[in-house]
């Protein structure tokens, strides 16, 4: 039950846009995004509610289309701090709270 | 300053060998978990802690024990280590959207 996370890896130069996408199987409450340094532990991006709410990051948009389970996370004007992984997190209808699905993650490198 | 700890930050020890991994966090959060980061795997949750004295499994919970006696404290424990359990963990806590992680605990069982 894992999500899907597409691309597996991108490479962009500074400027450039990127969209990161996740999708799952299961009806979502809820997508999480996360980027992760290397090195470092995950920090929270933003979240994407059922219903159209989304609370996080000021600089990096997302969408999420409840009837497809799936979300997107949009990278616009990449800077090079932009470069880590990113993953998606995903929380069921049935099982807020509980069990929390991490994607396998999606590897940006943004060159000078 | 908000923060969750870990210790120790890296481990090597031999198959068979008890060892705990203390997770604690000063953000009074109810929810705290644990996640094993294994390379092109992502991030798995192993068992996840709702408030105290109450724990569940997440993903992968075979060969690991958790308690949950203090609200602040979630340690993680491997009563008998094998190499499969060779990875990188963390330990996390959550407010109501965002989860807070731990540093990391590089974990080497030979």
């Known amino acids: 039950q894992q999500p899907v996370q597409s691309p597996q890896a991108v490479i962009l130069r500074e400027g450039e846009d990127a969209v990161i996408n996740c999708s799952s199987s299961?009806?979502?409450?809820?997508v999480h995004w996360y980027r992760q340094k290397h090195g470092e532990a995950p920090v929270f991006l933003m979240i994407?509610?059922?219903?159209?709410e989304q609370k996080g990051h000021d600089k990096i948009s997302a969408s999420f289309n409840e009837k497809k389970q799936q979300s997107s996370l949009y990278l616009t004007a990449s800077q090079l701090s932009y470069s880590g992984t990113y993953f998606c997190?995903?929380?069921?209808?049935?099982?807020?709270?509980?069990?929390?699905?991490f994607g396998p993650g999606t590897r940006l490198s943004v060159l000078p | 300053e908000a923060q969750v700890t870990q210790n120790p930050r890296y481990l090597i020890t031999v198959t068979g060998k008890k060892l705990t991994v203390t997770c604690s966090q000063n953000?009074?959060?109810?929810?705290m978990s644990w996640y094993r980061q294994d390379p092109g795997l992502g991030l798995r949750q192993i068992y996840y802690?709702?408030?105290?004295?109450?724990?569940d499994k997440g993903d992968v919970p075979e060969g690991y024990k958790v308690s949950r006696k203090e609200k602040r404290n979630f340690p993680l424990i491997l009563e008998s280590p094998s190499p499969n359990q060779t990875s990188l963990y963390f330990c996390?806590?959550?407010?109501?959207?965002?989860?807070?992680f731990g540093p990391g605990t590089r974990l080497t069982v030979t």
């Open positions: 996390a806590s959550r407010k109501r959207y965002e989860q807070y």
């Open positions: 299961k009806a979502l409450y809820s």
């Open positions: 994407l509610l059922k219903g159209g």
């Open positions: 997190g995903t929380e069921g209808r049935d099982n807020y709270g509980q069990n929390f699905v």
């Open positions: 953000m009074n959060h109810e929810y």
């Open positions: 802690s709702m408030n105290v004295e109450v724990t």
